[in-house]
């Protein structure tokens, strides 16, 4: 709305002098119009020109698309214009402005007035352009100890309560309302195009120990053939125990292959750094998520803390140590799990990787990005006849310091324990969790968004011996409610792609166009069963959190009635909410992406906000991301496997997806999945 008021202030302005005077008596003549209109339009026209050159270098978009191209002949004619009509509007600027800066004889500009009137029209209307464009306005955000930071424009005045409160300090007051920090941090990043590119800061796209024992990782990767669904269909059984089965190198080289390896080269652009291809995707190929593994029972590898190496690939000793595990196991929810594993996995996220490029909104991408690599290594695990489980609870402090990690600019996000799946009675393994407090932390980084040192910091969990305010115990949560519909389809039997699944991995990537016939109603029903689970077999869930819902936006799908579908996992079917073709709709809410709107469906998961916060509050938020993330990758991995395509997407507007499916503010709208049929030879 300010932006509005600022853009019209010239018009209005002006059209209220006009009028003024010409009640007056005064109305002013024709050349007089025509020169204001001249100048009006070549300001109008070169701040557009300015405020898109910005937003093309904030989104490292191409200079020379088709509209921007005709912008610019638009901004010629304008200058030519004003060129021709030079005299006219010189004079009438003379005629109107105050006798001291006019000589009263010739009539012409006194000298200094013109130097410096022309210097400083010049640094005022690039500073306006520059402040705008760039988006450096900001509000303030106080604290509990009165620290000072700064937010985008929409935040507003926040204060943080350090009092203990329901949801266990994870509360923000701001504009007089107060709401949980998870969302206060989701409503502050709807807009996705709050973004501001500094490539001279870029981070580095590997992070390496110097001067570390290096264990390089073998080659030879320990291939089981075994297809996409299977792995899918093994790793919805649940994990309620594991057993130290001895792990060559071999094998857990291949684990770390199928989650984040290396799958090739990107296409760069000229005079910038090569970039690779991995086996889980990331927003910007920027991948956020770094892998730290825990060694116990490895064969040919010594005990200890070891960071993997993507490039090289190879491990890199952190720290030597037999306990480690243990250690582990003290700091985590399900010690059971972690005390009977052969190694773990520890995901941690590097905010500056992507808010350099993506600002605040670049914590929910971080989110996303491990959950894709959460996916591969769960399916990783059944490809190697391991098993494992994603744990979100822990003692966040612990487990950085484990680590040695600074949490304002890296901190841990996921533990995947993997050993020999065994049978475990879940109720003895419920009871052994351990008890848990809210431990906020005010997060501090020059480089970092406070809203993502706020969203992250505040939802730090400890064990109750640090103490804090106690969380509950983690209730087992029932399947969330489908939301009916006026129409039911039943979904057909699903088929069974005969693929390998670390094959499937390796060629991933994401879909950019779709053919014109569309996918067929069988092979979506395939996606949407294989990707998100049945009455059989639900999809993994982080702590078993499960707050996720999904829609479907079909469009181009045979036997389907375009429309918004809820998906019911439990009946295999979709009930229908909406009939009629939303393309467009899609279209402008996917930020005008072609991938979005040319879509044969568009797969939707939303967090049921009153699920979200239980029973750890605000962390229910990374649960639920985290969540999504699988889902997506799942997607990418069934359309591969069937010979079709996905393109995840995390950049959209939140506000027109949440009114296209009805929904408001009661679920908050985390993940889109762009599906179809794919041309023979896609260019991506």
């Keep these: 709305m300010r932006l509005v008021i600022y853009a019209g202030a010239p018009l209005v302005a002006g059209a209220a002098i006009w009028g003024w005077r010409a009640l007056r008596g005064r109305a002013p003549k024709r050349y007089a119009v025509n020169a204001v209109i001249g100048m009006m339009l070549l300001l109008y026209f070169a701040t557009t020109a300015s405020l898109g050159l ?10 020379f698309d088709p509209h921007y191209l005709f912008g610019y002949m638009t901004i010629a004619l304008v200058a030519a214009h004003v060129s021709v009509n030079a005299k006219q509007l010189v004079k009438y600027i003379r005629q109107q402005a105050p006798r001291m800066f006019v000589q009263e004889q010739t009539g012409e500009w006194k000298l200094p007035v013109r130097t410096v009137g022309k210097l400083v029209l010049l640094a005022a209307f690039g500073g306006i352009c520059f402040y705008v464009g760039m988006g450096h306005a900001s509000m303030t955000v106080v604290t509990s100890e009165g620290a000072r930071a700064s937010l985008p424009p929409s935040a507003g005045s926040a204060t943080l309560n350090s009092a203990p409160v329901p949801a266990a300090d994870q509360l923000v007051t701001a504009a007089k309302t107060t709401e949980d920090v998870a ?17 001279a800061r870029r981070p580095e796209a590997f992070k390496e120990y110097a001067g570390v024992k290096t264990i390089p990782l073998p080659a030879d990767f320990a291939l089981s053939k075994e297809s996409t669904t299977a792995a899918v269909d093994g790793a919805r059984r649940p994990v309620v125990a594991l057993a130290p089965k001895p792990v060559s190198l071999r094998d857990l080289s291949t684990i770390l292959q199928m989650t984040d390896g290396l799958t090739g080269h990107a296409r760069t652009r000229k005079g910038l750094a090569p970039t690779f291809t991995r086996a889980a995707p990331s927003a910007g190929a920027l991948y956020p998520t770094l892998v730290y593994v825990v060694a116990r029972n490895v064969e040919g590898l010594e005990p200890g803390i070891y960071h993997y190496d993507v490039k090289a690939p190879a491990l890199q000793l952190v720290s030597a140590g037999a306990d480690d595990l243990e250690a582990l196991a003290t700091m985590s929810s399900s010690p059971q799990l972690l005390r009977g594993a052969s190694f773990a996995l520890i995901f941690t996220t590097d905010y500056y990787r992507t808010s350099f490029k993506y600002g605040a909104r670049s914590y929910r991408f971080g989110l996303l990005d491990a959950g894709h690599m959460a996916e591969n290594a769960l399916l990783a695990a059944e490809y190697e006849g391991l098993a494992t ?11 950085n310091a484990l680590l040695g990690l600074d949490a304002s600019r890296e901190a841990a996000l996921l533990i995947l324990p993997f050993g020999e799946r065994r049978p475990g009675d879940g109720a003895s393994a419920a009871a052994t969790e351990w008890p848990f407090v809210s431990a906020p932390a005010e997060l501090r980084s020059p ?32 399947p969330l409610a489908v939301r009916s519909g006026d ?16 094959a499937t991995i390796e060629k991933r990537r994401s879909a950019r166009h779709w053919t014109t016939a569309g996918m067929t109603l069988q092979q979506l029903s395939t996606v949407l069963e294989t990707s998100l689970g049945t009455a059989a077999g639900p999809e993994p869930s982080t702590e078993n959190h499960r707050a996720l819902r999904q829609y479907v936006v079909a469009m181009r799908v045979q036997d389907l009635a375009p429309g918004v579908y809820a998906y019911d996992p439990a009946a295999h079917a979709l009930r229908l909410l909406k009939e009629g073709q939303f393309k467009s709709q899609m279209y402008s809410a996917g930020l005008l992406q072609d991938c979005v709107g040319d879509a044969n469906a568009v797969i939707v998961h939303t967090a049921d906000a009153a699920r979200l916060p239980y029973p750890d509050g605000s962390r229910g938020y990374r649960y639920a991301n985290i969540d999504a993330g699988m889902a997506g990758e799942r997607f990418y991995l069934s359309t591969v496997a069937l010979g079709l395509g996905t393109t995840g997407v995390g ?20 993940y889109l999945s762009a599906i179809g049929a794919v041309p023979e030879k896609d260019d991506d």
């Design 54 to 63: 910005f937003w093309v270098a904030r989104q490292e978009l191409p200079v």
């Design 183 to 199: 969302a206060f941090y989701h409503q502050q990043t709807i807009d996705s195009q709050d973004v501001a590119v500094d490539w």
């Design 389 to 399: 489980r994603p744990l979100g609870r822990f003692d966040d402090r612990r487990v």
């Design 447 to 478: 480089d970092v968004p406070t809203l993502i040192l706020l969203a992250h910091g505040r939802t730090m969990l400890a064990t109750s011996a640090t103490g804090g305010s106690t969380v509950a115990p983690f209730p087992s949560q029932p």
């Design 487 to 502: 129409t039911t389809v039943t979904l057909p039997k699903a088929e069974v792609p005969a693929d390998d699944l670390f």
């Design 651 to 670: 950049s959209f507007e939140d506000d027109e997806v949440g009114a296209l499916l009805g929904t408001g503010r009661e679920e908050m709208v985390l």
